[in-house]
């Protein structure tokens, strides 16, 4: 199995008008991923905010699922949030890793744009398969921020769907990409 | 382009017991398939609910995006929503797209499970590409209710990821499922 774990990060990212943000926590956006992550067997699903108010609500979504009533209600929606580590930078996930698997992870960034660099999904199915960890990283909002991108290890090509629309929520993309990489064909 | 259309039902669908219900809208499903949906080119999005007030939930949901202040500060959320059409039945979203096409779609639906007569993703890709319409079903809740299911055209495989792990939202599953009928490798 790859040595694949997946991030979601709500900072460094843009807005709309470019600027760099920290952006708010879609509930959602844990649910699904998470299941994604669990489903495709990523190692582990860091929600990264370096906000205290943000963690706090995230603590609280989760704990709803992993003890509260929606344990007993849905224990499939526990297994998948089990995966969720809130931190509060990519480094700091990194650091982990580097603690779990004694080598820090390549980078990888996700991106609605192409980028001069940018490897395709064949490549990075091919990497993983290599045996190295990774750190998959998916920004909120309108994206993550340049400077952020131009320091990862790789940079992954966009979706490509049939139209010029290019517009996937990053839930949508996260499942997409997963399975891209992953999905048993 | 292949002629697909994509239903999202909130009946009939089954609850965690396995009763048939009408199940409620959420305001993600909406966004997140509709924007699936127009990023891979299919041709509408029907929601379909029977109920008088989920309907009008759905507008408010839509007009908000679509007339309101979203209209303006998010087009691209405009273009996506553009393609939703909410209708009482499945066989309603059929007699439309008859009333286009002139000839009625087959029936796909998608399931978490696999049935005797699941077609795989291979297989429903090169049937698309012989031009004639389908409609493409997602069940909401715990899933479509099985006799809707067996008077399906065709019934399409599960996704698989890397574990047993077979929970995705009906968000992610159709995201993966369109990048899987339509997406560009």
């Not at 979601?8 to 008008?17: M, Q």
């Not at 580590?85 to 990194?94: E, L, P, R, T």
């Not at 698997?101 to 609605?112: D, L």
């Amino acid at each position: 199995m790859p040595r694949l774990y997946v991030a979601l990060t709500h900072y460094p990212v843009v807005n709309k008008r470019g600027d760099t943000i920290a952006a708010a926590i879609t509930n959602l956006d844990l649910h699904d991923i998470s299941r994604a992550a669990k489903t495709y067997g990523a190692k582990s699903f860091y929600v990264v905010t370096p906000l205290a108010d943000q963690k706090i609500l995230i603590n609280k979504i989760i704990s709803h699922w992993t003890n509260g009533f929606g344990a007993a209600y849905n224990p499939a929606r526990r297994r998948a949030l089990d995966l969720i580590k809130i931190k509060d930078s990519i480094a700091d996930a990194a650091e982990e890793i580097n603690g779990i698997e004694k080598i820090y992870p390549k980078t990888v960034v996700t991106s609605a744009r192409r980028h001069p660099s940018s490897i395709n999904f064949k490549e990075f199915r091919d990497i993983l398969q290599l045996g190295q960890p990774h750190l998959l990283v998916f920004g909120t909002a309108w994206g993550l921020a340049e400077p952020f991108i131009d320091q990862a290890d790789y940079i992954l090509e966009p979706i490509l769907g049939r139209t010029d629309y290019n517009h996937l929520s990053v839930r949508s993309a996260a499942g997409i990409i997963l399975d891209r990489l992953l999905g048993t064909r």
